[in-house]
RNA sequence: GCGAACGUGGCGGAAUUGGCAGACGCGCAUGGUUGAGGGCCAUGUCCUGCAAGGGGUGUGGGUUCGAUUCCCACCGUUCGCACCA
């Protein structure tokens, strides 16, 4: 018998398939389709386990769709663009075109090497000038619908990076960059946005997509949607101050109003003698860091700016003051502050002695403003409300409460307010000072302004010919010609914008482009579109929750509008791998030295055994450190595998009719378990149900030459194909069946056989397990009753009556005495 | 601080969702095997007890004939949010 070497197997059929090129993907109107996509990586030079981790049941549960009948779409591509492509640049003086190509080259080996069924001839690189050309054109086209647009704005910067970073990509309380961890500043400068804000409350809604809630509850605390009210105090020096508060009901309680430091009334509020210390203040709260400032335990500080408004419920004149727990960054960057409602609003208070007004009061209460120990901003009954008294504050948001429902109603009637929604989500920022990226299509003319380049000149291509300054401004700014052009308008001599695209953008339209990556004449062939989208399953880390997942979802809806693309979501179901740790349970990183290399995994147990482990050792969605002897289980199924196939091969022996239909049951039982598991994402179960199967045809091949045998043998090479596809596919042509294993039908199960024919069911007294009754599977509740009685079981009633007995259909039996 | 998820042998993890806890593996133990291979095969492996039995799914309570599963409180881990007006 040959030994199982995993290398020799795996390039031999690695060669095959593309030969043959059966993973081929194509339209083909007579077969339902399923688009399984798998998110694309950045070509940083190396697969790592973590991409392994993430593809390998992706491609698993590709294969096994296919093989049950749908014509699936499952491509590849590269996420191209990005820093570290530059940073090799400027570090090493490779030129980051090279730099990135030559690691897609090498990827892309490394890709094939997992045995995925990837049609390689939809590739997408993100890089490609025929790729940027349409992001060029995507930015254009929501351009010209309004959807981008520029603006003056103090907005996140990296200094390590040297360039602005969308909301999204400052992370962690430190406010660090999601790329370099670095500490991100703040900077002012004009930049190009999206106006993703536009479409907040479609992106809330999550009708018909199945996605994890994990994801869902990001998305929506990350667009942070706040219904209430906008409220116009005036001031005494003529001013209107906007405030928006989802507490409108609380209105005649507004004491006094805080303003974040920034606010731009701020000078114009404070009186003469106020001046220093409002200065000053201002000045401390600038120079701390936002961590700083929003650290929630630190004492409420602030100062009085001399200026009053008057409440326009109660007509009182309140104290305008500014204190940094108020953000220029949310909401209107002023407050009415509500002490007896607010336990902010209430610590400001006490410690600065201003007034506290209850107006919400508990119903079994009375509040006393001078004495109560606590905000209450529970449900309660309105006082000192004038005409508002009386009605109740029932703790619902926005109109839902017959208080805060009334409290608009009344500023409305009064021109004092109006009913207002605010979020938290804002315009992505998509500009970038960097060089590898796709550069922003835009031309600045003297006197015709802003002008997008037109499409018959795109793409605007980066130009190759640059000096890399390791100050990392951006080398087209300085490339001695790039940037001058003409106006697409006037003809006379113009300037290009300079900044590159977030490579965000890139990657929220790659789906489409795998559609038709060689379509020269739009972004996506029409008729792939009609056909493939949208993706039916997506599968990706959750890192992505409100980054790429969500400005994905954006973009789709913003080309839906366009009339570009239809449906209201581009990925209809979406789940999420956990993260592979390295032996020590650490996250793997180079700087740690922990990295595990999966292609040294690969030559030391072949491709098939990897994909087996990491499907086999871990609930998928959480993930776990990599474990050396783990694997070993599953380098042992294989070789059994392999042995049995080969042992077996030539027939000979047979099955008793029992032994028979003991083994057709549990063939049919592993195909109905498998075909759940692997829809349902439990991967780790499948290769459990495989080694079962596998530890009872071995028990069984002395009967190899039973139908039953012939069977299960081969079924399960067709469940195995999904899971270790090279395997399987040279044990199903030693067994002379037809090629390719990956083309064949998924088994189906056949519930009769699949069906016990007697249960042996467990019989308990008072609940504790005492004995079993063997039973027909068809037998009805009262003969499984009668059995149960006449067991040896019911010594354990020790003479008392059987008061009662429950039986579970198929189940158990409890007598209960 | 708020919210969510999770907590099962020495380890990774099962349990058809309220019905035999510990599937499938790893590891370990004992035995076998002159086919030297990352060996393989057989048997055993939650704790306790000679046994019948008793106990056992983070801890304590509750619901139920019956709870790893449902409810309450607490402890722990992970993740998300964090002065959001």
Not at 147 to 173: F, G, I, S
Not at 400 to 405: L, S, V, W, Y
Not at 619 to 625: L, T
């Amino acid at each position: 018998m040959p030994k199982y070497i995993p290398s020799e197997i795996e390039a031999k059929w690695q060669k095959q398939w593309q030969a043959d090129n059966i993973y081929r993907a194509v339209i083909d109107p007579s077969q339902p389709k399923f688009y399984a996509l798998t998110m694309l990586p950045y070509p940083s030079g190396n697969l790592h386990m973590g991409h392994w981790y993430a593809m390998t049941p992706s491609d698993a549960r590709a294969r096994y769709k296919r093989m049950s009948g749908y014509n699936v779409l499952f491509p590849m591509g590269f996420d191209a663009f990005g820093l570290p492509a530059e940073n090799a640049a400027i570090k090493r003086n490779i030129h980051p075109r090279s730099w990135t190509y030559d690691n897609i080259q090498h990827m892309r080996n490394q890709l094939k090497s997992m045995g995925t069924m990837f049609d390689w001839q939809r590739e997408a690189i993100s890089c490609d000038p025929e790729y940027y050309r349409w992001t060029q054109w995507f930015f254009i086209e929501l351009y010209k619908h309004g959807l981008a647009y520029r603006k003056y704005a103090a907005v996140d910067w990296c200094p390590h990076c040297n360039t602005t970073l969308a909301r999204e990509q400052v992370v962690d309380d430190e406010r660090l960059c999601e790329r370099c961890d670095t500490p991100v500043t703040k900077r002012e400068l004009e930049q190009w946005f999206f106006r993703a804000t536009q479409y907040a409350d479609e992106l809330l809604r999550f009708d018909g997509i199945d996605w994890p809630e994990k994801i869902i509850t990001m998305q929506t605390n990350w667009i942070g949607r706040s219904e209430g009210a906008q409220i116009f105090f005036p001031t005494e020096s003529g001013d209107t101050i906007e405030v928006f508060t989802t507490r409108p009901d609380t209105l005649w309680g507004a004491t006094f109003m805080v303003l974040a430091p920034e606010h731009p009334l701020v000078a114009k509020l404070t009186s003469p003698e106020q001046q220093p210390a409002v200065t000053a203040y201002a000045y401390q709260a600038s120079r701390e860091t936002d961590i700083e400032r929003e650290a929630t335990d630190k004492e409420k500080t602030g100062v009085f700016t001399g200026g009053y408004a008057i409440n326009p419920a109660t007509g009182k004149r309140i104290p305008i003051w500014i204190a940094d727990y108020v953000l220029m960054s949310y909401g209107t960057g002023a407050i009415m502050a509500v002490p007896s409602g607010d336990s902010r609003d209430f610590d400001f208070a006490r410690k600065y002695g201003l007034d506290v007004i209850p107006v919400v009061q508990p119903h079994n209460e009375t509040l006393d403003g001078a004495t109560m120990a606590a905000a209450y901003d529970g449900a309660g009954v309105m006082v000192n409300s004038g005409t508002l008294d009386g009605l109740v504050s029932n703790g619902e948001k926005g109109r839902k409460n017959p208080a805060i429902a009334a409290a608009i109603d009344w500023l409305v009637a009064q021109g004092a307010g109006a009913q207002s929604v605010n979020y938290r989500y804002r315009d992505w920022l998509i500009s970038r000072q960097r060089y590898w990226g796709a550069p922003i299509p835009m031309v600045y003319c003297p006197t015709c302004g802003v002008q997008p380049v037109p499409d018959e000149q795109l793409p605007v291509t980066l130009p190759d010919d640059v000096e890399w300054k390791p100050t990392g401004e951006s080398p087209l700014k300085f490339h001695p010609t790039w940037k001058h052009t003409t106006c697409p308008c006037c003809g006379a001599p113009a300037e290009r914008e300079t900044d590159t695209m977030d490579t965000f953008m890139c990657s929220s339209w790659y789906h489409l482009r795998y559609l038709g990556p060689q379509d020269t004449t739009a972004p996506f062939p029409a008729d792939e579109y009609r056909y493939w989208m949208p993706v039916d399953s997506y599968t990706g880390g959750a890192e992505h929750a409100t980054m790429h997942l969500l400005y994905t979802r954006f973009f789709h809806k913003a080309l839906r509008d366009m009339g570009i693309v239809s449906g209201d979501e581009p990925m209809l179901q979406l789940r999420n791998q956990g993260i592979i740790l390295s032996t020590d349970g650490k996250r793997m990183s180079k700087s740690r030295g922990n990295v595990i290399d999966p292609d040294e995994k690969v030559r030391t147990y072949g491709a098939d055994v990897v994909r087996a482990y990491l499907m086999f050792g871990y609930r998928w969605n959480e993930g776990g450190p990599w474990n050396d002897s783990n694997i070993s289980g599953v380098v042992r199924w294989l070789n059994r595998l392999w042995d049995v196939v080969h042992d077996t091969q030539a027939g000979g022996g047979t099955l008793s009719a029992e032994q028979s239909r003991a083994l057709q049951r549990k063939t049919h039982q592993t195909i109905q378990k498998i075909t759940r598991q692997l829809e349902t994402f439990e991967f780790n179960t499948v290769v459990s149900s495989l080694m079962e199967l596998t530890n009872a045809v071995i028990e069984t091949k002395d009967g190899a030459g039973s139908p039953a045998f012939r069977e299960a043998i081969c079924t399960l090479l067709l469940l195995t194909a999904p899971v270790s596809p090279h395997i399987a596919e040279e044990l199903w042509a030693l067994l002379g069946r037809p090629y390719s294993i990956h083309q064949q039908a998924w088994p189906q199960a056949d519930e009769a056989l699949a069906r016990e024919d007697e249960l042996e069911l467990p019989v308990q007294v008072n609940g504790k397990l005492r004995g079993k009754i063997v039973v027909p599977a068809t037998a009805d509740t009262p003969s499984i009753e009668q059995a149960a009685l006449q067991s040896d079981a019911v010594r354990f009633l020790e003479g008392r009556p059987a008061k009662k007995v429950i039986v579970v259909a198929g189940r158990l039996v409890n007598i209960v005495g």
